[in-house]
């Protein structure tokens, strides 16, 4: 029970299993590992996919001749296993370049070669047969707003995705774009820092079809907002192109914690809003085990995110079909035809109705609404005595 398949669309990234574990305090305490040997060890245990920055598999220095290598060897890991390589991404953070941003630098220049790197990175993951590609706009912010940089910047970003999104179209790449919205860190603010600013944003694009979002569950934690509210917003816009999935604690450095270790129920809501909607993407570990570990811990960091969502996969189809729990919803969500016939649209006759309708208001004030009762039995649910 509780073991991953395939099926189960787990994905991680080369940079997540494959973290060496330095901090900006402290220098790496595990040796690098090979992308094959990742791809290897993902397969072993279940996983269904890997994911890359162009930098991750083909470091910036190789050659051209170390490249192909590169590929080689790890075509050969993705036959021997049966993993995919559903996403691919630009590494627009590391190079000293991009220190004041990539696609929204001041520099001209700077956002110039920003959109060549990315349309390189393109070519690798299509290579391999990604069909999500994820913008982390990681140094596309400020610490310090000189002139009007805060608003050039939104028409340098969309510049730069109109250029892909056709880009993508003439290559026939058919990739979906997703955007990753971050509050903070590395850059003091990130430009679309939230789901809601980035859907916003993608309105305003050229090609808004093309374009959704990839939430983390750690970014919005890290502002002390709720996850499984922006996930709920991507998915009612139709724009869950991807998830990234880790924990946090609120108002802490960027943690990228095991998936499910810090916020029992946030992690629940997640699996539930996931499964409930129908979301066929890649679950995707945006995580990395904890610095105190060896490799050992890196597999049981990497078996315990996928073995939590099992569990709270398990909890959700638990909780759908508890009859108390069912019961105590079926008198939240307060229904009435009437009313709601003449709210679902807008017609004259429906606005005059309406206005002409008393409504019973000291009955429905003085009714207490049953959410101590329905947040028991969750808890209850969770910790697994029911
Ligand atoms: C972070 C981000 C990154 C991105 C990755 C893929 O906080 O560093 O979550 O891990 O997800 O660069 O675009
Ligand atoms: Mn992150
Ligand atoms: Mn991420």
Known sequence: QYQPKPEHKFTFGLWTVGNPGADPFGSAVREA????????????????????????????????????????????????????????????????????????????????????????????GAEFGAKTYVFWGGREGTEVDAGSRTLD????????????????????????????PKPNEPRGD?????????????????HPEMVG????????????LSFPHALAQAIDAKKLFH??????????????????????????????????????????????ALRTEDYDGVWEFAKGCMRTYLILKDKVEQYNADPEIQAALAEYYVKDEALSGLTSKFSPENAQQLKDTSFDLEGIRSKGRGLEKIDQLTAEVLLGVR
């Open 33 to 124: 590992i090979s992308a094959p040997y990742i791809v290897e060890k993902l397969g072993e245990l279940g996983a269904w996919g890997v994911n890359f920055h162009d930098n991750d598999l083909i470091p910036a220095e190789a050659t051209p001749e170390q490249a192909k290598q590169i590929k080689k060897d790890f075509q050969a890991a993705l036959d021997a296993t049966g993993l995919v390589v559903p996403m691919a991404t630009t590494n627009l953070f590391k190079d000293p370049i991009f220190r004041d941003g990539a696609f929204t630098s001041a520099d001209a220049r700077v956002r110039a070669y920003a959109i060549q790197k990315t349309m390189k990175a393109m070519d690798l």
């Open 243 to 288: 998830v990234d999935l880790n924990d946090q604690k609120m108002g802490r450095f960027d943690q990228d914690l095991r998936f499910g270790s810090e916020n029992y129920k946030s992690a629940f809501y997640t699996v539930k809003l996931l499964e409930d909607s129908g979301y066929q993407g890649p679950r995707h570990f945006d995580a990395h």
């Open 153 to 180: 910047a939104m028409g340098w970003f969309r510049e730069a995705l109109n250029f892909l999104a056709e880009y993508n179209i003439s290559q026939g790449y058919g990739y979906k774009f997703a955007l990753e």
């Open 190 to 206: 990130i430009f679309l820092p939230t789901v809601g600013a980035a859907l916003g944003f993608i309105a305003t694009l050229d």
């Open 213 to 224: 979002v990839n939430p983390e569950f750690a970014h919005d934690t890290m502002a002390g």
